[in-house]
C-alpha cells in the first residue's frame, strides 16, 4: 500500500473506532468489553509472531515493563474512555485524546530530557486551548445533570493515563523491544489486567450475541487494534514519526463529523473554532522546522 492509502486507512478506522465502541456498552460490563477486546487482539498477535518467528521470550524484568506498558495502554486507559462514552458523544472522548502527543512531549521533557522549544510550548497551549473550547458548549450546559462532567473526568484520566502508557512504551522502545512482540505480550496483560478489575469489583463476564456487539467487537479486535496499530507502525518506518503523527490530527475531525451523523452531535461555533485551533496547536509541533 502506498503511504497515502496506509495514511487515509489508518484516519478512517481510527476515526470510526470511537462510534464503535458506543455498540460495546450496556449489558455487557465495560471492563469485560476491554477484556474481551484486547485479549482476542494478542492472540491475533501471537498468531502473527508465530507465523513471522518473531522471538517472543524476555527476562523476567522487561516483562514487568511490557506489563505497565499493557496495563496503562490497553487496559486502564480504555476502561476510562468506555465510561466516558456511556455519558457523553463518542466525538468529544476523540477530540480528548488529540491532546496526548502534546502531553507525550511534555512528558519526555519531564522524564527523559527531551527539548523542548518555544513553538512546541506554544503549540501544546494552542491545543489544550482548542480541546477546551470543544467541550465547553456541553459543559456550560449541565441539563443532563453531573454525566458531562463526569465524562470530561473520565476523558481527561484516560488521555493522561495513555500518555503514561506512551512514555512507558518510549522507554521499552530504548530497551529494544521489538513493538510487535511487545503489543502481542502488552495486550495480553492489558486484558488480565482488566478482568482481575472486574473480578476484583464483583461485576461478572456476561456477553451478548447481538449483531450489533459481536461485530463492533470484531471491528475493534481486528481493524482498531491490530490491523490500524500495523499500519501506523508501517508508515512510521517510512516517513517518520513527526510526519505520521498527523494522523492524531485528523481522526478527531473524523470522529466528530461520524458522530454528528450518527449521535446527534451538534456543531457550534465555538466546536470549529476549537477544532481549528487544536489542529493549528498540533501542526505546530509536529511540523519539521
Known sequence: MSNLQLFIGCVAIWGSTWLAITYQLGT???EASVTYRFFLASLLLFAY???????????PREHLWIALFGILMFSASYICV??????IVSGLVAVGYSASPLLA????RAFFGTPMTAKMAVGSVLGITGITLVFWP??????????????????????????FGNLVAHRNHDA??????????????GSIAS???????????????????????????????????????TLLGRIGAARAGYIGVMVPIVALVISAAFEGFHWQALTWAGIAISVAGNVIVLRRA
Not at 82 to 87: G, L, S
Open 195 to 233: 478482568a482481575l478489575w472486574t473480578v476484583a469489583h464483583g461485576k461478572g463476564f456476561a456477553f451478548v450475541w447481538t449483531p450489533a456487539y459481536v461485530l463492533s467487537l470484531l471491528y475493534l479486535v481486528v481493524l482498531g487494534s491490530v490491523l490500524a496499530f500495523g499500519g501506523f507502525l
Open 82 to 87: 468506555y465510561y466516558a462514552e456511556q455519558r
Open 49 to 59: 509472531c508465530r507465523i513471522r518467528k518473531l522471538p517472543l521470550h524476555y527476562p
Open 138 to 163: 456541553e459543559l456550560a450546559h449541565m441539563n443532563a445533570g453531573e454525566a458531562t462532567t463526569m465524562g470530561a473526568v473520565f476523558t481527561v484520566a484516560a488521555v493522561v493515563i495513555s500518555t
Open 28 to 30: 455487557v460490563e465495560p
Open 176 to 189: 529494544k523491544i521489538p513493538v510487535w512482540q511487545g503489543m502481542a505480550w502488552g495486550m495480553l496483560y
Open 105 to 108: 512531549m511534555l512528558g519526555q
